[in-house]
């Protein structure tokens, strides 16, 4: 049973997003209109289908450290009507029409997207423009949602074996910048806000001047068009700067541990490191050493940890990216009976490994083909195009790193690697938990 990959889904509330490229370029056009909104457009009619998007450039990190869990919550919130739409009402119209909803929250941003029958375009530009001018952000339905958050809380964070590790190892590893706190935040925070303080988080973030439109697949673009001058044209745009915390984070000034009791059988290692933001050269070659030490049965961590010296049920070495410097998260789920120490000292053995030998040209040429099969194999659903292009627009103000950015991880070279694990890989950059069972709380 693959325990952390499901784990980490639910507790990173989809934190990473795909890098995507493929043999031939994909193709798009971009346009601002005057109230702001950024418009990217792909255009496929090979399949009927089309995916309708829209990213604001909000996330946990924007929230007040009163009132945190807000971005989250309105992922939630968002999806109860608006003043044209009946309460309950906002996800029956896309399954009436064949199609399907969903939204995911990060630390940067939130993304709403609906995957349509193409000749219901119309209908994912009307319920987006109702989302982002006339949602219904009231008592009502912040008393439902609430609930749901708090639900969803106790299945992936409370009640879940080692559920608490990204909430745990995040506050360690950040003490000033608002990535110290979970996306799902605080349900006190949830609680003790008014309706006028949700009512303004809306005001503040979503407005078209910190949104991006994305749509790919079968459209015809001057029809497309059409339809958003019609639906967001008139869409005031928001009165005042969006909020962008401007915080630097102290190093670490060294290793910090702790010991966490759960509600779990087996012991696991949790090393959190500070890596630099996405989109940096640095981030790039660490991005690599983790597929380098993780990626599949054959790479080093689960060849030594798991299958020869059967130290590890899992293991993985996990990089978020984030906006801001962020971290990495490497996980042992210990075997029966190997004390958790014994897993760390065997962890930390196969990083210094990285650290002193270059790695073989033949193990480096098969992590490249592995990132250039990742490359050129994810971006096959319109669903992917049109949040990779979202993405790329708003971390780096270059929606054509979706053909490009691929050559970023290639200039990595043997040498880098080695160079990040010696930089960013230490015990003097990292939060260490180890994961007890609660019965041996002392």
Request: net charge negative.
């Amino acid at each position: 049973m693959n325990i952390i990959k499901p784990l980490l889904l639910s507790a990173c509330y989809l934190f990473t997003y795909q890098l995507s490229a493929q043999l031939n370029p994909i193709e798009f056009e971009e346009f601002d209109l005057e109230n702001g909104l950024h418009v990217i457009l792909h255009q496929d009619n090979s399949t009927p289908i089309v995916a309708v998007s829209v990213m604001y450039h909000v996330g946990s990190k924007n929230e007040d450290p009163e009132r945190t869990g807000f971005a989250h919550f309105f992922e939630h919130l968002l999806f109860e009507g608006s003043e044209n739409i009946g309460r309950g009402e906002y996800a029956k119209y896309v399954e009436r029409a064949g199609g399907a909803i969903n939204a995911n929250t990060s630390p940067d941003r939130t993304y709403y997207y609906e995957i349509l029958p193409s000749n219901q375009l119309e209908l994912g530009l009307w319920l987006e423009s109702e989302r982002m001018l006339h949602a219904a952000v009231d008592q009502k339905g912040v008393d439902t949602q609430r609930e749901v958050v708090k639900e969803e809380r106790r299945e992936t964070v409370d009640n879940r074996p080692y559920g608490s590790l990204l909430e745990e190892s995040l506050k360690r590893a950040f003490t000033k910048h608002p990535y110290q706190w979970g996306i799902i935040g605080s349900m006190d925070h949830l609680n003790n806000a008014e309706e006028s303080d949700y009512q303004q988080f809306y005001k503040d973030f979503y407005v078209p001047n910190n949104a991006t439109l994305s749509i790919a697949g079968d459209i015809d673009l001057e029809e497309c068009k059409a339809f958003i001058a019609k639906y967001f044209t008139d869409i005031p745009k928001g009165d005042k700067p969006i909020f962008r915390p401007n915080i630097v984070e102290p190093p670490l000034s060294g290793e910090v541990s702790d010991t966490i009791y759960d509600n779990i059988q087996l012991p696991a290692v949790i090393q959190t490191y500070r890596i630099p933001a996405q989109g940096t050269p640095d981030y790039y070659a660490v991005s690599m050493l983790a597929q380098l030490m993780s990626q599949g049965q054959s790479s080093r961590l689960y060849r030594a940890l798991v299958d020869e010296q059967q130290k590890a049920l899992q293991v993985v070495n996990i990089p978020i990216p984030m906006e801001d410097p962020g971290v990495a998260i490497q996980i042992g789920i210990a075997n029966m009976g190997v004390d958790p120490a014994q897993l760390e000292a065997a962890m930390d053995e196969e990083m210094v490994k990285v650290q002193h030998e270059l790695i073989s040209e033949k193990e480096f040429t098969k992590l490249k083909n592995q990132i250039e099969n990742t490359f050129i194999s994810s971006n096959t659903r319109m669903a992917n195009i049109a949040e990779n292009l979202a993405n790329y627009h708003v971390y780096f103000g270059d929606a054509d790193l979706i053909n490009t950015e691929i050559d970023r991880y290639l200039a990595v070279t043997r040498e880098d690697l080695q160079r990040v694990a010696k930089k960013y890989f230490t015990p003097d950059n990292r939060v260490s938990l180890k994961y007890l069972p609660k019965q041996a709380t002392p």
